[in-house]
């Protein structure tokens, strides 16, 4: 079965520390993949998109992420943590065809210490 | 731009009532997707809209859901008769085109439905 997986409920990191929040997909080929954000009490805002070509994606608010194709695996990174970093992170795939609808991970909750 | 506009914010209500949710969307934009947040299941597509026809509500839960779009800019959501388990948070997105998968969808700041 199709599936996008995000083992990690809820990381904490200290502030200006680095981050990689992980994100397992299974898809019989390669699919559109996205990382979406949602601070508290808001909608959800795309952080970035890999749809193909250089599998190191740059998003928006210094993040990016590196798609594996080994490890079906699309990893959100960020050299140092801000406090308004502190929110909900989803991972998201799409089957490879503009015409599918987006499923998205159970998402991992990011807590920053001071 | 105002961006994605839903309302209410907030509804309390009591099982059995009607309830309506309300999506504005951001102008110029012409697909429309009602997704429901829970615990327990995430964040699922409920139903997608490209230029005011409805286009997959496989992810309506059952006949007590209906969603429409008067016009280009307004969509209706609404549960009736509304149950305990209807209680969620409900977002409504759009996007600029009508390639579901790769537009990038603008999400509203949700409603938050509270089913007694």
């Known amino acids: 079965a199709q599936s996008v997986t995000q083992p990690d409920i809820h990381i904490t990191v200290s502030e200006g520390a680095s981050l990689e929040l992980r994100c397992n997909y299974s898809?019989?080929?390669?699919?559109?993949l996205f990382w979406y954000v949602q601070s508290p009490g808001q909608g959800l805002q795309l952080l970035l998109k890999?749809?193909?070509?250089?599998?190191l994606v740059q998003g928006i608010k210094g993040f990016e992420a590196e798609f594996k194709r080994s490890q079906s695996s699309f990893n959100l990174r960020k050299p140092s943590v801000h406090w308004s970093d502190a929110a909900e992170y989803f991972c998201?795939?799409?089957?490879?065809?503009?015409?599918?609808?987006?499923?998205f991970g159970s998402g991992t909750r990011l807590s920053i210490r001071p | 731009d105002a961006g994605v506009i839903q309302s209410p914010r907030h509804e309390v209500t009591e099982m059995g009532q009607e309830v309506t949710l309300r999506c504005k969307l951001i102008?110029?934009?012409?697909?429309l997707f009602w997704y429901r947040q829970t615990m327990m299941r995430g964040l699922e597509l409920l139903i997608y809209?490209?230029?005011?026809?409805?286009?997959?509500d496989s992810g309506m839960p059952e006949d007590r859901f209906s969603a429409k779009m008067p016009n280009a800019s307004f969509s209706t959501l609404k549960i009736q008769p509304s149950e305990p388990r209807d209680s969620a948070v409900y977002f409504c997105?759009?996007?600029?085109?009508?390639?579901?998968?790769?537009?990038?969808?603008?999400f509203g700041p949700g409603t938050r439905l509270t089913v007694l």
């Open positions: 997105a759009s996007s600029l085109g009508t390639e579901i998968s790769t537009d990038t969808q603008y």
């Open positions: 898809y019989g080929a390669t699919p559109y």
């Open positions: 890999y749809f193909s070509g250089d599998t």
């Open positions: 998201a795939v799409a089957p490879y065809s503009s015409a599918s609808k987006i499923i």
């Open positions: 102008s110029g934009h012409n697909s």
């Open positions: 809209f490209n230029n005011n026809v409805p286009i997959d």
